[in-house]
């Protein structure tokens, strides 16, 4: 076999239309475009938006304005008038709130300062106002803030890794 031998193997090359070429080949005339109009013409086709000259439907609908802050951290609020059910002198924690069912786990706690409170309680929470805080160490109670922490899920849904800090990872000068 010598190489101008070598040819496609049978079916592996289809011949070429030829488009416009009289109407005995099927693909005369208007060489497969349909009638006349603006998609039969050569050159760029109008947008997919494009609805004929009636107002498009992007240009009907109204402009979203401002913008939805992906950050923002919204509280679970109890009152400290709400907090009057509570024994005296009790120490009241987040997972005693989701096991009276005043709150829900997944969401942080904000303690407001609307209504009396006449009783000595120790309240864990991940904020307080300043009103609440007055009131309760007014009452001889105490306003323990804890950090509320987002547990990091990574999108593999494997391990996370530890965070480091670069401060940690870049070595001191001598």
Do not use: C
Not at 46 to 65: A, H, V, Y
Not at 78 to 86: A, K, M, R, S, Y
Not at 129 to 150: D, H, Q
């Amino acid at each position: 076999m010598k190489l101008h031998d070598l040819k496609p193997a049978p079916g592996a090359h289809r011949e070429r239309k030829r488009i416009g070429r009289g109407i005995g080949s099927g693909k005369g005339k208007t060489g497969g475009k349909g009638m006349m109009g603006q998609k039969a013409r050569s050159g760029p086709k109008p947008s997919p938006s494009f609805e004929g000259g009636q107002m498009r439907i992007t240009r009907k609908m109204p402009k979203l304005r401002g913008f939805k802050n992906r950050w923002r951290v919204e509280y679970q609020v109890i009152n400290i008038g709400q907090l009057n059910d509570v024994p005296d002198g009790t120490e009241l924690t987040i997972e005693e709130m989701v096991a009276q069912g005043w709150i829900h786990p997944a969401k942080p706690v904000k303690i407001l300062g609307d209504g009396e409170l006449e009783r000595k309680l120790t309240i864990h929470a991940h904020k307080f106002s300043a009103s609440a805080r007055a009131r309760i160490e007014a009452a001889g109670g105490a306003a323990i803030e804890t950090p509320w922490v987002v547990e990091r899920r990574s999108r593999s849904r494997g391990p996370n890794p530890p965070r480091h800090s670069r401060k940690a990872e870049t070595p001191q000068k001598a």
